[in-house]
């Protein structure tokens, strides 16, 4: 079992540019969550998809936005990057209450 | 809304002392409660869970925590700590609302083991 995957691994993104994130869950799992860590914080909640729907978001402008498909895998868009998205995104998968973490994309904007 | 307080922001310890990482929180609902080792550079990994039964939790690479729910605190032990156990640690709630199992986190505990 592979795990929780997620790519890239890092990303470099100019201020105003568009960037997508790509998420592939455990084997099993139905929901796929996005979390931001900025760096020295804890991971906050971005929003979680199910059966291809957004179930639940945090408190994130609509810049960020997500999409699930068919499979289970997912992605994360951001647009118009600012400097503060500077970050490490993580993907979380589930089936029930246990979320599997996979590695981080670490998102630069310069 | 739910919230967590991890108290202290770095804890120094010698190897093979004992450790133990505070973590309050707050919810108007029952709650699940877990936590996660983030080692540098590295996803999440999930140390224990609290989801209901016994209050004392027993996860992986010996460490432990115990529930209270007087005191709502969920605070995580390790009887004599390695160096390999230097990491930050992140205390976790979930939120069942609406049918989803999103995560409310501390803000970390750096474990810096010392020899």
């Known amino acids: 079992d592979a795990g929780v995957t997620q790519s890239p691994t890092h990303l470099i993104k100019t201020r105003g540019q568009q960037v997508t994130l790509r998420c592939s869950p455990k084997?099993?799992?139905?929901?796929v969550s996005w979390y931001q860590q900025a760096l020295g914080q804890g991971p906050q909640f971005i929003f979680q998809?199910?059966?291809?729907?957004?179930?639940q978001r945090g408190n994130f402008p609509d810049r960020f936005s997500g999409h699930q498909f068919p499979n289970y895998s997912s992605e994360l868009n951001v647009n118009a990057l600012l400097l503060g998205d500077s970050a490490l995104y993580l993907c979380?998968?589930?089936?029930?209450?246990?979320?599997?973490f996979g590695q981080g994309t670490r998102l630069t904007v310069v | 809304a739910q919230s967590v307080t991890q108290l202290d922001s770095q804890v120094p310890v010698f190897e093979e002392a004992p450790v133990e990482l505070r973590c309050n929180y707050s919810?108007?609902?029952?709650?699940?409660l877990f936590w996660y080792v983030q080692y540098p550079n590295q996803g999440l990994q999930l140390l224990l869970k609290?989801?209901?039964?016994?209050?004392l939790v027993k996860g992986i690479n010996g460490f432990e925590a115990e529930f209270n729910k007087s005191q709502t605190s969920f605070h995580l032990r390790k009887p004599s700590v390695h160096i390999s156990d230097t990491a930050e640690y992140f205390c976790?709630?979930?939120?069942?609302?609406?049918?989803?199992?999103?995560?409310?986190f501390g803000t970390g505990t750096q474990l810096k083991v010392e020899l």
């Open positions: 979380a998968s589930s089936l029930g209450i246990e979320a599997f």
């Open positions: 084997s099993g799992h139905d929901t």
């Open positions: 998809y199910y059966e291809e729907e957004e179930r």
């Open positions: 919810s108007s609902v029952s709650v699940y």
């Open positions: 609290y989801l209901s039964g016994s209050t």
């Open positions: 976790a709630v979930s939120d069942l609302a609406g049918g989803g199992n999103k995560l409310t």
